[in-house]
């Protein structure tokens, strides 16, 4: 199993920029979640949808937008880059079987100038 | 809203020192806690988690945690820390109302010192 895999791993984008963050996961998990981690911050929820064709606003939604394509996939796309979006992102799946353990991906490193 | 808030920011510790850090979050309902652990230029992965039954519970080398309930407190040890201890930790919920949705604490980072 690869677990949870997400492209780009870095990125850096123009102000006003548009691009689309890809996750996929490969256990079956019915959750999965985008989360920005900012230092000092920790990891702050973006969006998550609990099952395919479902999705709901975390803490810090604004400015971004998600689809849950089917349920392996959930990607997040900003729209309009701004300085403010430059963090790292994680997207995370999880089960009912295992209480929601979260299985996290390697990261992206987004930069927004 | 329920929340997660870690004592600590930055810890520094010598290796074969005790570790303790902090944890207390805000919600009167049950709650299933967590540690996760990030090591440098790694992803997060469980450490150890608490769900029902004994309050203080095992995890990965060597580390524990302990709930007491009416502290609102997971804090996470460690008897005898080792530079590759060398981590960020962040203290974790989910409550009965939201089981799937995590709330994650601001984070702590640990450095041991060889």
């Known amino acids: 199993n690869a677990g949870v895999t997400q492209t780009p791993k870095f990125q850096v984008l123009k102000t006003g920029q548009s691009m689309t963050l890809q996750c996929a996961q490969d256990m079956n998990h019915n959750s999965m979640y985008w989360y920005r981690q900012d230092p000092g911050m920790g990891l702050r929820l973006i969006y998550y949808?609990?099952?395919?064709?479902?999705?709901d606003k975390g803490e810090v939604p604004n400015g971004y937008n998600v689809s849950r394509l089917n349920k392996r996939e959930f990607s997040l796309r900003l729209e309009s880059a701004a300085p403010s979006q430059t963090s790292v992102y994680f997207c995370a799946s999880s089960t009912l079987a295992e209480s929601y353990k979260q299985y996290f991906g390697p990261g992206t490193r987004l930069t927004v100038t | 809203a329920q929340s997660v808030s870690q004592h600590n920011h930055h810890v520094i510790l010598s290796e074969a020192a005790s570790l303790e850090l902090g944890c207390n979050y805000s919600y009167g309902g049950t709650v299933n806690l967590f540690w996760y652990v990030q090591y440098p230029g790694q992803h997060l992965q469980l450490l150890l988690k608490?769900?029902?039954?004994?309050?203080l519970v095992k995890g990965i080398k060597g580390f524990e945690a302990e709930f007491i309930k009416s502290k609102f407190s997971f804090n996470l040890r460690k008897p005898s820390v080792q530079w590759s201890d060398t981590a960020e930790y962040f203290c974790a919920v989910t409550t009965k109302t939201s089981y799937d949705k995590v709330i994650f604490g601001p984070g702590t980072s640990l450095s041991v010192i060889p």
């Open positions: 949808s609990a099952s395919e064709g479902t999705t």
């Open positions: 608490y769900f029902s039954g004994d309050p």
